[in-house]
């Protein structure tokens, strides 16, 4: 038998850095664009870093500053502050073009070229991701002929951004591109040849007659042009990060699209295809469970939703046009007309346990104001039954029928609120209903889309 020795002369104890500012995650609790933007934006100057560890350009979040808009897909939200490190994590999937197109963008908005970092390990939208993302989407919305199914467009309502297919790829592991790849021109045009000729024969029978060929000599040149041209910002960001934390700096996580919309927890199939929630963050980043330590997360003060898919407290009347209008909800990334409905606790209650939310964000409260009354729904009914717990999977979700408990609305200019006590007695009741509702304090409450219009309790 072997006995461990201690060496006398050891080093010093390893110490343990604590962070004034505990590492947070910002994550959405609906089914996404619950203002994660604003809130990341508002919360970056306390933080060593912003971290990406999800999505790709579906996303879209708005920053808006002294009344100008920033509508930003790939990179991080604290972009806006100098000295908050941006960081792209291996979990996202990255479309160069767009990246690069954000990057001219801050630098031509800053004079200098953002702080940022991107994974050599994450992976690249492929412009063939892109189009198999389009054929899949139709095939859906038109059923075989013959089915006998009865059901008509089954298709997700994806923002044809390609991330499907890039994540599908990364999980098929062979014809997949990253990052480092990129960087690497020697191999890049044999990688991208062969993965284009793939695609051409495994695409060319799904799309029909009128597919165009994927040409993996020109793609390959592409790629390795907007490789060099990311080069100056690609690093491996596990140990940059690690680096971060270990010299006692807090990071923000940056969650994209949200936890309605999570590959595994939210309400399959019609979701993403990536880990929205903080349970993605990890994987995403390289960074151990331990360094979330605070959640913060983030909801409208009524729903929405984007794309197909069950939504139990949809307005499809002049309400749900109301707040469509008065709360502009019309897609970042697409435009499209976001759907609109009342307040969820039924899911909510499901995210905020799922992602251990230690505090809540809750934005657009100014949306409701003018509103005779407001309802809120508290449980499901379904198949004639009282359900408390949220059905994520999509079949049982679409027969939810929402019960209902109806608040009084209130009125006025909510814009100009910057303490609690600035806000309407009506809307006061409405924040504090929602924090008993689901066990958590709300640590911001949004009143207008800009940078100032936001209440910060505890400060
Ligand atoms: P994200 O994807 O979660 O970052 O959210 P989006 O940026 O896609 O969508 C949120 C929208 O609401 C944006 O247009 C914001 O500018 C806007 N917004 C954020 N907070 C507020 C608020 O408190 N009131 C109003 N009226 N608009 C807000
Ligand atoms: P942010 O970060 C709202 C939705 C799409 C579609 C489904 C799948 O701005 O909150 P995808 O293109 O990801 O395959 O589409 O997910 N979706 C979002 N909806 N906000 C987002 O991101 C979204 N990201 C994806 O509309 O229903
Ligand atoms: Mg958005």
């Known amino acids: 038998m072997t006995t461990l020795s201690i060496p006398s002369a050891s080093p010093a104890r390893p110490s343990n ?10 994550v959405g609790l609906q089914w996404g664009d619950e203002g994660k933007g604003k809130v990341i934006d508002l919360l970056a100057p306390r933080y060593g870093a912003v971290v990406r560890y999800n999505g790709g350009a579906n996303a879209g979040h708005s920053v808006v500053i002294e009344g100008k808009r920033h509508a930003l897909h790939l990179m991080p939200s604290g972009v806006f502050h100098p000295g908050v490190q ?53 095939l859906l919305a038109t059923p075989a002929s013959g089915d006998g199914s009865g059901e008509g467009d089954r298709s997700i309502g994806t923002t044809k951004r390609g991330i499907g297919p890039a994540y599908a790829d990364k999980a098929h592991r062979a014809p997949a591109v990253r990052v480092g790849d990129l960087l690497r021109p020697a191999s890049l045009r044999t990688k991208i040849e062969r993965v284009a000729d793939l695609k051409n024969r495994s695409l060319a029978p799904l799309a029909g007659p009128g597919f165009a060929p994927f040409d993996g ?31 006692g700096r807090a990071v923000l996580f ?22 929205c929630s903080t349970l993605g963050i990890p994987v995403g980043t390289g960074l151990p469970c331990r360094h979330v330590q605070r959640v913060v997360g983030v909801m409208k003060a009524y729903s929405t939703r984007v794309g197909g898919g069950p939504f139990p407290t949809e307005l499809k009347d ?28 039924v899911a909510l209650r499901y995210t905020t346990m799922l992602n251990g939310a230690t505090g809540l964000a809750i934005m657009l409260l100014d949306v409701l104001a003018g509103l005779p009354e407001i309802k809120v ?13 949220f059905p994520p999977d999509a079949e049982p979700l679409a027969l939810a029928r929402p019960v209902f408990e109806t608040l009084a609305g209130f ?4 814009t100009v609120a910057r303490t609690l006590a600035d ?37």
């Open 318 to 345: 002049a309400t749900g046009d109301r707040i469509r209008e008065r709360g502009r909800e019309y897609g970042t990334t697409t435009g499209r007309p976001r759907r609109c409905g009342w307040l969820d606790l």
């Open 217 to 247: 000599a020109a793609i390959a040149a592409q790629y390795a042009h907007l490789g060099e041209r990311l080069r100056p910002f690609v690093t491996d960001t596990l140990h940059l990060l690690h680096g971060i934390v270990g010299a």
């Open 86 to 138: 941006s960081v792209i994590g291996n979990g996202v999937v990255i479309d160069p073009e767009v990246l690069l197109r954000e990057i001219d963008q801050i630098t031509t908005l800053t004079g200098t070229a953002p702080a940022l970092a991107v994974s050599d390990r994450a992976h690249v939208v492929m412009p063939w991701h892109k189009v198999e993302d389009a054929i899949r989407e139709t």
């Open 411 to 414: 009125d006025g200019d909510l």
């Open 377 to 389: 729904c508290t449980a499901y009914e379904i198949g004639g039954e009282r359900v408390d717990r």
């Open 423 to 459: 806000l309407p007695a009506g809307a006061r009741r409405y924040v504090e209903f929602i924090e008993r509702a689901l066990g958590v304090p709300a640590e911001v409450v949004s009143v207008g889309p800009d940078r100032a219009q936001t209440i910060v309790q505890g400060e």
């Open 17 to 26: 850095p604590r962070a004034a500012e505990p590492s947070t995650a910002v």
């Open 254 to 275: 940056e969650g994209a699209n949200a936890t309605l919309l999570d590959v595994d927890h939210g309400t399959f199939p019609f979701v993403t295809s990536s880990s």
